[in-house]
């Protein structure tokens, strides 16, 4: 599919792929580093196809084909970036569809998109990390190179090239955490977690899910699936979930 751009006010350049189709409509929200060419959201792209459901990916700023670079956003402008794209592209109701980081994102967007958003599934969702970041102890015993350097390169699990944390994003974060405040989500939600997640754990999901407030709030624990929720019955699961907050929000309509 070809990739188009969004070209914001601010002078961003976003990467994205739509698919016409029925209403709601479901946009993919992926993680931190990550691009909108993964596993799970050219899965639900097919899905979508093969269902006639509009469907909408994209890459944040510094990620993947979109503009800027990684290592000067945060969590605030990967927020802005998607409310512009949602708000921008995806006419009329959308489920969103929020991986890792994607389901902090949505967490966040989804009040500012004032009624647009009928439905939410979090996969690993990783509300507040920024926090878990700051505090974990590779972090923690080394603040004193992120406050000289302004960053800091940790291993990565995903990647042969080591993942970055600037200060920034740490600072940043604490702008923007949703756990720490009232949050009520009047819509259909599905978060969905693997009990062997050594990124996000089953902790954090029973956290969320115990903080947020609405009438039809699913916690869904599949006991030995990772972070990256990518195996065949873990994909099946996300369409399953995703077909099931379309159907509710059609019923609560």
């Known amino acids: 599919m070809s990739v188009e751009y969004l070209e914001t006010g601010d002078g961003r350049s976003l990467a994205h792929c739509r698919t016409s189709g029925a209403q709601p409509g479901v946009v993919f929200l992926g993680g931190f580093s990550s691009d909108m060419d993964g596993t799970k959201a050219l899965y639900l792209e097919d899905w979508a196809k093969r269902r006639g459901r509009a469907f909408l990916r994209f890459d944040y700023s510094g990620h993947g084909r979109s503009s800027g670079s990684f290592e ?6 990967w927020a802005t970036d998607a409310f512009d794209v949602i708000s921008s592209l995806a ?8 991986s890792s ?12 998109l004032k009624g647009k958003v009928t439905g939410l599934v979090g996969i690993a969702a990783a509300p507040d990390f920024t926090e878990d970041f700051r505090l974990s102890s590779p972090i923690r015993d080394q603040w004193h190179v992120l406050e000289r ?14 993942m970055v944390i600037t200060k920034k994003l740490i600072d940043d974060g604490c702008h923007n955490l949703v756990l720490e405040r009232p949050m009520h989500l009047p819509f259909p939600v599905r978060f969905l977690q693997g009990t062997d ?5 089953q902790k954090i999901a029973l956290k969320l899910l115990a903080h947020a ?11 030995g699936a990772d972070h990256r929720f990518s195996s065949r019955e873990c994909l099946e699961l996300i369409e399953q979930s995703v077909e099931s907050v379309l159907a509710s929000s059609k019923v609560s309509c």
């Open 72 to 77: 000067e956003g945060c969590i605030s402008d």
């Open 91 to 98: 006419e009329g109701p959308q489920v969103l569809v929020g």
């Open 101 to 112: 980081m994607g389901g902090w994102i949505s967490l966040l967007v989804a009040p500012r």
């Open 149 to 162: 350097d302004g960053r800091l390169e940790l291993e990565s699990d995903y990647s042969d090239e080591p």
């Open 197 to 201: 997640d050594t990124d996000v754990d």
């Open 213 to 223: 407030s609405g009438p039809d709030i699913r916690l869904v624990l599949v006991k």
